[in-house]
């Protein structure tokens, strides 16, 4: 038995060193959790700064209240949309279906807002900037743990010692693979892939609105943002994951251009505008799904650990939720890692596989594969115009079936 004197951290409750990997959305709520338990978390980013942009996010449900707990809500609300209308067009753009939010709103008490993934990361960052060491431009090459502490080796070169360390580096996790093994022992790929860029000064624009058109296997979604800016989503049956890597943009444009080519609406003029468009988001649609979120020394959290992909529309939300259930349960095990990540995965593990459940049902909802998929997803988007449908369906749709702990961290 160590004595007092010669003990570490993690076995007298006292002040730990953490590494987490990844400054994306769960990586800095992790950080400020352990911050205001006591702890001293370092976040490692690979990126060379912080990075901002990127798709369109919808947020609600409980990684909404731990927003509120955090105190930024009013950050996220100043960067937020308050979509009124989602509508389906034809080839000739004419409304199929339409669909008010009002429900959405009736189902959340209010707490559904849509922003970029990026002005949510940054409202995150923003609470923990000042007080947390960040490491940009860095990443890990390789982990050695035992007793004492786990040694990370940076791919710059230098080492430093933790007592834990955390990924939050996302679906293509490092950590995961350093620490449990390739990705493709985890990854579930949903038969689809994934698109999104902006344009500036596109026409028409349509506030508030988020327009879809749909052909056989594909769906683009055009939003128009602040500044001038048009977001598109793209999703695009594929029955295989890509052998090009993430964020290819070659690929990306080939394969946009073979499936949405000659389709009407305003395709063609997209896929014109797109050809100037150097920074695109382009990845398979898949979800991480693990027989365990630890190993030791080392917990992963967010998309790293279980994915639910964009089809779940909450991934964000969970990734604030494992970020401060994590937390917490380390407070609540008085550092005993071992017990927090048992009791962090015991606490969500059918929560979030549950989800996982229903985003991989809904899938086909996104990108029917023929004209008369359009048309029945089309029907069922009117119906939802009536109240009490609408009322049932998205609130069964949104509905957490977990109830946050309440782990006295504010
Ligand atoms: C198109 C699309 C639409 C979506 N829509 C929604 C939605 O409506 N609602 C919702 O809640 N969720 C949505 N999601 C899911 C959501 O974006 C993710 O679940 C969420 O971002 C996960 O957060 P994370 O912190 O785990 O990972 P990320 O946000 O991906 O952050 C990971 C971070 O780790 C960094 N990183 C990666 N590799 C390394 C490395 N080797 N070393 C160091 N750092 C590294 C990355 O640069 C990044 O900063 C959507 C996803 C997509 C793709």
Redesign the pocket.
């Known amino acids: 038995m160590p004595s007092p004197i010669t003990m570490a951290p993690w076995q007298t409750g006292g002040r730990m060193k953490v590494a987490i ?9 992790l950080a400020y959790w352990l911050q205001r338990t006591g702890h001293e978390p370092t976040l ?4 060379p700064r ?2 901002g942009g ?7 449900g409980i ?1 909404y209240r731990v927003a509120e707990l955090m105190g930024i809500e009013p950050q996220i609300l100043e960067a937020g949309y308050h979509v009124r209308t989602v509508r389906a067009v034809d080839r000739d753009g004419r409304t199929r279906a339409a669909l008010g939010t009002d429900a959405f709103r009736r189902s959340t008490q209010g707490k559904f807002i ?1 922003l970029p ?1 990026g002005e ?2 940054a409202a995150i960052y923003g609470a923990v900037e000042a007080g947390v060491e960040t490491i940009f431009g ?3 090459a390789a982990i050695r743990q035992d007793e004492q502490g786990v040694r990370i080796a940076f ?1 710059h070169g230098s080492e430093r010692e933790f007592d834990l360390l955390m990924g ?8 995961r693979r350093l620490a449990f093994g390739p990705e493709e022992n985890f990854s579930k790929h949903l038969g689809y892939k ?3 860029f902006e344009l500036e000064g596109y026409r028409p624009r349509n506030e508030r609105e988020y327009v879809l058109f749909n052909t056989p296997g594909g769906q683009v979604g055009r939003f128009s943002l602040r500044g001038d800016r048009t977001l598109f ?1 793209f ?1 695009v049956r594929a029955g295989v994951p890509h052998r090009e890597g993430p964020g290819d943009l070659a690929a990306c444009k080939a394969l946009l251009n073979r499936t949405f080519a000659d389709t009407g609406w305003e395709c063609s003029r997209i896929l014109t505008a797109m050809q100037g468009v150097n920074d695109v ?1 382009f ?1 398979d ?1 898949s979800q991480i799904r693990m027989g365990r979120w630890s190993n030791e020394r080392v917990a992963l ?5 279980a ?4 089809l ?9 939720t ?2 401060y259930v994590l937390a917490g349960e380390l407070k609540r095990a008085n550092n005993d890692y071992r017990e927090a990540f048992r009791n962090y995965e015991i606490r969500l593990r059918a929560f979030v596989e549950g989800k996982q459940r229903s985003a991989e049902t809904f899938a086909s909802f996104f990108a029917p594969k023929s004209q008369f998929g359009i048309w029945a997803r089309n029907t069922a988007i009117q119906a939802m115009t009536i109240g009490a449908v609408a009322d049932l369906l998205v609130g069964r749709s949104l509905r957490d079936d977990f109830d946050l702990p309440n782990y006295d961290m504010q």
């Not at 490692?44 to 990126?47: F, Q, R």
């Open positions: 990997c990844g400054a994306g959305i769960a990586g800095p709520t490692i980013e690979e990126a912080f990075r990127g798709y369109i996010l919808d947020f609600w990684g849509s993934r949510l990361a860095d990443s890990i791919t939050a580096d996302g679906l293509h996790s490092n950590v994934v698109a999104a989503l999703v988001y990845d649609v959290i967010g998309d790293a650990a994915c639910v992909s964009l779940a529309g909450e991934g964000a939300g969970l990734a604030m494992e970020a």
